[in-house]
Protein backbone atom coordinates (compact mmCIF):
# COMPACT_ATOMS: atom_id res chain seq x y z
CA UNK A 1 0.00 0.00 0.00
CA UNK A 2 3.20 2.45 0.45
CA UNK A 3 4.45 1.69 -2.74
CA UNK A 4 1.34 2.19 -4.75
CA UNK A 5 0.30 5.37 -2.58
CA UNK A 6 4.09 6.75 -3.85
CA UNK A 7 4.12 6.00 -7.09
CA UNK A 8 3.59 9.34 -8.90
CA UNK A 9 0.36 9.22 -11.28
CA UNK A 10 0.60 9.11 -14.80
CA UNK A 11 -0.30 12.08 -16.84
CA UNK A 12 -3.36 12.24 -18.83
CA UNK A 13 -4.96 9.49 -15.90
CA UNK A 14 -7.39 11.24 -13.80
CA UNK A 15 -8.09 9.38 -10.68
CA UNK A 16 -11.43 9.39 -9.55
CA UNK A 17 -12.23 10.24 -5.89
CA UNK A 18 -15.01 8.49 -4.83
CA UNK A 19 -13.27 4.76 -6.33
CA UNK A 20 -10.32 5.65 -6.32
CA UNK A 21 -9.75 4.13 -10.07
CA UNK A 22 -7.89 5.99 -12.27
CA UNK A 23 -9.47 6.74 -15.45
CA UNK A 24 -8.83 7.64 -18.85
CA UNK A 25 -10.28 11.30 -19.21
CA UNK A 26 -8.27 14.24 -19.36
CA UNK A 27 -7.58 16.29 -16.23
CA UNK A 28 -9.61 19.40 -15.57
CA UNK A 29 -7.42 21.74 -15.71
CA UNK A 30 -6.04 19.64 -19.19
CA UNK A 31 -7.65 21.45 -22.65
CA UNK A 32 -5.54 19.46 -25.14
CA UNK A 33 -7.52 17.74 -27.63
CA UNK A 34 -7.81 14.06 -28.18
CA UNK A 35 -5.87 12.48 -30.64
CA UNK A 36 -7.38 9.47 -32.36
CA UNK A 37 -8.46 7.59 -35.27
CA UNK A 38 -11.35 9.33 -35.89
CA UNK A 39 -9.73 12.74 -35.16
CA UNK A 40 -7.31 12.61 -37.82
CA UNK A 41 -9.57 12.05 -40.70
CA UNK A 42 -11.14 15.58 -40.57
CA UNK A 43 -7.69 17.28 -40.31
CA UNK A 44 -7.67 19.76 -43.15
CA UNK A 45 -11.49 19.19 -44.47
CA UNK A 46 -13.85 22.41 -44.61
CA UNK A 47 -17.70 21.45 -45.30
CA UNK A 48 -18.45 23.82 -48.19
CA UNK A 49 -20.64 26.53 -47.76
CA UNK A 50 -23.87 26.63 -49.91
CA UNK A 51 -23.01 30.38 -51.34
CA UNK A 52 -19.59 29.55 -51.96
CA UNK A 53 -20.33 26.04 -53.85
CA UNK A 54 -23.24 27.95 -55.88
CA UNK A 55 -20.45 31.07 -56.88
CA UNK A 56 -17.92 28.63 -58.13
CA UNK A 57 -20.51 26.97 -59.83
CA UNK A 58 -21.54 30.04 -61.61
CA UNK A 59 -17.91 30.97 -62.28
CA UNK A 60 -17.66 27.62 -64.22
CA UNK A 61 -20.47 27.98 -65.99
CA UNK A 62 -19.32 31.66 -67.05
CA UNK A 63 -15.92 30.51 -68.07
CA UNK A 64 -16.86 27.14 -70.00
CA UNK A 65 -20.20 28.20 -71.77
CA UNK A 66 -18.36 28.42 -75.60
CA UNK A 67 -14.54 28.33 -74.85
CA UNK A 68 -13.77 27.09 -77.80
CA UNK A 69 -15.92 30.46 -79.63
CA UNK A 70 -14.63 32.93 -77.76
CA UNK A 71 -10.71 31.92 -78.22
CA UNK A 72 -11.62 31.45 -82.38
CA UNK A 73 -10.97 35.11 -82.75
CA UNK A 74 -7.48 35.34 -81.19
CA UNK A 75 -6.44 32.23 -82.58
CA UNK A 76 -7.32 33.07 -85.82
CA UNK A 77 -5.73 36.32 -85.58
CA UNK A 78 -2.15 34.72 -84.35
CA UNK A 79 -2.40 32.41 -87.13
CA UNK A 80 -2.73 35.63 -89.83
CA UNK A 81 0.35 36.52 -87.93
CA UNK A 82 2.17 34.22 -88.30
CA UNK A 83 1.99 33.17 -91.74
CA UNK A 84 1.87 37.00 -92.63
CA UNK A 85 5.60 37.52 -93.60
CA UNK A 86 4.98 34.28 -95.54
CA UNK A 87 2.15 35.70 -97.46
CA UNK A 88 3.93 39.03 -98.14
CA UNK A 89 6.48 37.36 -99.42
CA UNK A 90 5.08 35.63 -102.08
CA UNK A 91 2.46 37.75 -103.16
CA UNK A 92 4.20 40.83 -103.83
CA UNK A 93 7.41 42.52 -105.53
CA UNK A 94 9.42 42.27 -102.60
CA UNK A 95 11.35 39.64 -103.52
CA UNK A 96 12.42 41.02 -106.52
CA UNK A 97 13.15 44.47 -105.11
CA UNK A 98 15.31 42.80 -102.42
CA UNK A 99 17.20 40.88 -104.48
CA UNK A 100 17.78 43.43 -106.99
CA UNK A 101 19.07 46.23 -104.51
CA UNK A 102 21.27 43.35 -103.09
CA UNK A 103 22.79 43.02 -106.20
CA UNK A 104 23.91 46.61 -106.70
CA UNK A 105 25.10 46.98 -103.33
CA UNK A 106 27.51 43.79 -103.97
CA UNK A 107 28.29 45.20 -107.44
CA UNK A 108 29.55 48.29 -106.18
CA UNK A 109 31.91 46.83 -103.59
CA UNK A 110 30.47 47.90 -100.16
CA UNK A 111 28.76 44.57 -99.38
CA UNK A 112 27.52 46.53 -96.40
CA UNK A 113 26.79 49.70 -97.04
CA UNK A 114 23.65 50.42 -97.03
CA UNK A 115 23.20 48.12 -94.43
CA UNK A 116 20.38 44.57 -94.56
CA UNK A 117 17.79 47.22 -92.53
CA UNK A 118 17.77 50.05 -95.08
CA UNK A 119 17.78 48.02 -97.95
CA UNK A 120 14.95 45.51 -96.44
CA UNK A 121 13.12 49.40 -95.73
CA UNK A 122 13.40 50.44 -98.91
CA UNK A 123 12.31 47.28 -100.86
CA UNK A 124 9.40 47.31 -98.10
CA UNK A 125 7.73 50.96 -99.21
CA UNK A 126 8.69 50.15 -102.76
CA UNK A 127 6.83 47.22 -102.74
CA UNK A 128 3.38 48.56 -100.45
CA UNK A 129 3.67 51.62 -103.43
CA UNK A 130 3.38 48.79 -106.16
CA UNK A 131 1.03 46.71 -104.24
CA UNK A 132 -1.28 49.51 -102.98
CA UNK A 133 -3.79 49.42 -105.60
CA UNK A 134 -4.26 45.91 -106.04
CA UNK A 135 -4.09 45.75 -101.98
CA UNK A 136 -7.10 48.42 -102.50
CA UNK A 137 -9.44 46.48 -104.80
CA UNK A 138 -8.98 43.23 -102.94
CA UNK A 139 -10.24 44.75 -99.73
CA UNK A 140 -13.17 46.20 -101.44
CA UNK A 141 -14.20 43.35 -103.44
CA UNK A 142 -13.56 40.95 -100.53
CA UNK A 143 -13.36 42.80 -96.95
CA UNK A 144 -15.91 44.69 -97.21
CA UNK A 145 -18.65 42.74 -98.05
CA UNK A 146 -17.86 39.98 -96.04
CA UNK A 147 -17.67 42.66 -93.10
CA UNK A 148 -21.15 43.62 -94.40
CA UNK A 149 -22.42 40.42 -93.96
CA UNK A 150 -23.28 40.36 -97.28
CA UNK A 151 -20.14 37.50 -98.45
CA UNK A 152 -19.67 34.71 -96.63
CA UNK A 153 -15.97 33.75 -95.57
CA UNK A 154 -15.11 31.45 -99.03
CA UNK A 155 -17.14 33.54 -101.52
CA UNK A 156 -14.98 36.49 -99.79
CA UNK A 157 -11.39 35.09 -99.80
CA UNK A 158 -12.34 34.44 -103.71
CA UNK A 159 -13.19 37.74 -104.79
CA UNK A 160 -10.79 38.92 -102.13
CA UNK A 161 -8.14 37.03 -103.88
CA UNK A 162 -8.78 37.40 -107.88
CA UNK A 163 -7.21 40.91 -107.99
CA UNK A 164 -3.95 39.20 -106.37
CA UNK A 165 -4.00 36.31 -108.80
CA UNK A 166 -4.58 38.63 -111.57
CA UNK A 167 -1.79 40.45 -110.81
CA UNK A 168 0.72 37.69 -110.32
CA UNK A 169 -0.54 36.08 -113.42
CA UNK A 170 0.17 39.46 -115.17
CA UNK A 171 3.80 39.66 -113.73
CA UNK A 172 4.49 35.83 -115.22
CA UNK A 173 3.41 36.79 -118.34
CA UNK A 174 5.70 39.86 -118.60
CA UNK A 175 8.48 38.53 -117.18
CA UNK A 176 7.60 35.51 -120.23
CA UNK A 177 7.78 32.63 -117.55
CA UNK A 178 4.82 30.40 -118.22
CA UNK A 179 6.58 27.32 -118.61
CA UNK A 180 7.22 28.01 -114.74
CA UNK A 181 3.70 27.65 -114.43
CA UNK A 182 3.05 25.06 -116.10
CA UNK A 183 5.64 23.19 -114.51
CA UNK A 184 4.38 23.58 -111.18
CA UNK A 185 0.72 23.22 -113.12
CA UNK A 186 1.99 19.46 -114.34
CA UNK A 187 2.93 18.94 -110.51
CA UNK A 188 0.12 19.56 -108.87
CA UNK A 189 -1.63 16.28 -107.64
CA UNK A 190 -5.15 17.41 -108.17
CA UNK A 191 -4.89 20.17 -110.33
CA UNK A 192 -6.35 21.00 -114.01
CA UNK A 193 -3.03 19.70 -116.82
CA UNK A 194 -5.05 22.13 -119.79
CA UNK A 195 -6.30 25.63 -118.77
CA UNK A 196 -7.04 28.39 -120.63
CA UNK A 197 -6.63 31.54 -118.44
CA UNK A 198 -4.91 32.02 -115.46
CA UNK A 199 -8.25 32.20 -113.42
CA UNK A 200 -8.04 28.17 -113.37
CA UNK A 201 -4.99 27.76 -111.95
CA UNK A 202 -4.69 26.59 -108.64
CA UNK A 203 -3.05 29.00 -106.16
CA UNK A 204 -0.91 26.33 -104.80
CA UNK A 205 0.66 26.40 -108.32
CA UNK A 206 0.52 29.82 -109.12
CA UNK A 207 2.05 31.05 -105.59
CA UNK A 208 5.74 29.17 -106.05
CA UNK A 209 5.75 29.96 -110.25
CA UNK A 210 4.98 33.63 -109.06
CA UNK A 211 8.06 33.53 -106.71
CA UNK A 212 10.66 31.36 -109.11
CA UNK A 213 9.48 34.15 -112.05
CA UNK A 214 10.07 36.54 -109.34
CA UNK A 215 13.60 35.63 -108.88
CA UNK A 216 14.57 35.17 -112.23
CA UNK A 217 13.78 38.53 -113.31
CA UNK A 218 15.52 39.96 -110.13
CA UNK A 219 18.88 38.71 -111.55
CA UNK A 220 18.33 38.92 -114.97
CA UNK A 221 18.00 42.56 -113.88
CA UNK A 222 20.90 42.26 -111.71
CA UNK A 223 22.65 40.84 -114.60
CA UNK A 224 22.39 43.72 -116.61
CA UNK A 225 23.31 46.18 -113.48
CA UNK A 226 26.77 44.27 -112.63
CA UNK A 227 28.24 44.64 -116.15
CA UNK A 228 29.43 48.00 -115.74
CA UNK A 229 30.52 47.92 -112.63
CA UNK A 230 32.47 44.46 -113.83
CA UNK A 231 34.36 46.38 -116.75
CA UNK A 232 35.18 49.42 -114.10
CA UNK A 233 37.08 46.37 -112.11
CA UNK A 234 38.84 45.26 -115.41
CA UNK A 235 39.86 48.05 -116.27
CA UNK A 236 41.35 48.99 -113.00
CA UNK A 237 42.33 45.66 -112.33
CA UNK A 238 44.69 45.85 -115.88
CA UNK A 239 45.96 49.55 -114.95
CA UNK A 240 47.13 48.48 -111.73
CA UNK A 241 48.95 45.66 -112.80
CA UNK A 242 50.60 47.39 -116.02
CA UNK A 243 51.57 50.04 -113.68
CA UNK A 244 53.53 47.69 -111.55
CA UNK A 245 51.53 48.24 -108.24
CA UNK A 246 51.34 44.72 -107.55
CA UNK A 247 50.74 45.47 -103.83
CA UNK A 248 47.98 47.84 -104.34
CA UNK A 249 44.57 46.10 -103.79
CA UNK A 250 42.90 46.89 -107.58
CA UNK A 251 39.48 47.21 -105.35
CA UNK A 252 41.45 50.16 -103.27
CA UNK A 253 41.09 52.14 -106.58
CA UNK A 254 38.10 50.52 -108.37
CA UNK A 255 35.85 51.50 -105.09
CA UNK A 256 35.55 55.53 -105.71
CA UNK A 257 35.48 55.49 -109.30
CA UNK A 258 32.36 53.09 -109.07
CA UNK A 259 31.00 55.27 -106.76
CA UNK A 260 31.68 58.36 -108.49
CA UNK A 261 30.39 56.78 -111.73
CA UNK A 262 26.96 55.76 -109.67
CA UNK A 263 26.48 59.04 -108.47
CA UNK A 264 27.21 60.87 -111.42
CA UNK A 265 25.14 58.90 -113.27
CA UNK A 266 22.02 59.76 -110.35
CA UNK A 267 22.16 55.42 -109.93
CA UNK A 268 19.91 55.06 -107.23
CA UNK A 269 17.20 56.87 -109.23
CA UNK A 270 17.41 54.74 -112.19
CA UNK A 271 17.40 51.41 -110.55
CA UNK A 272 14.38 52.40 -108.27
CA UNK A 273 13.32 53.73 -111.53
CA UNK A 274 13.59 51.18 -113.37
CA UNK A 275 12.08 48.76 -110.85
CA UNK A 276 8.93 50.57 -111.02
CA UNK A 277 8.94 50.46 -114.13
CA UNK A 278 8.98 46.61 -114.57
CA UNK A 279 5.60 46.63 -113.29
CA UNK A 280 2.32 47.03 -114.56
CA UNK A 281 -1.46 46.66 -114.34
CA UNK A 282 -3.53 44.69 -112.96
CA UNK A 283 -4.80 41.81 -115.31
CA UNK A 284 -3.50 39.90 -117.78
Known amino acids: MLALSAAPSLPGRA ?17 SLPIGPGAVEGVGRRTPTPGATASADGLWRSLG ?13 FGVMSIAPAVFLMTTCFVRMSVVLTLV ?11 NQIVGSLAIFLSGLVMWPVWTEAWREGVEPYQQGTLAATEAFDRGSLPLRRWMATQIERSGNRDTMLLFLARHPSGPRQVKTYDEVPIEA ?9 LETAFA ?3 RLLVPFLVLDILV ?14 SLVSLPLKLLV ?23
Open 15 to 31: EDPAAGVATDAPPAGDR
Open 65 to 77: ARPFDAALPSLLM
Open 105 to 115: RHGIGAPQIPS
Open 206 to 214: LLPAFLVSE
Open 221 to 223: IGL
Open 237 to 250: ATLVVSSGLVMLPP
Open 262 to 284: FVVADGWTLVIRALLDGFGGTSP
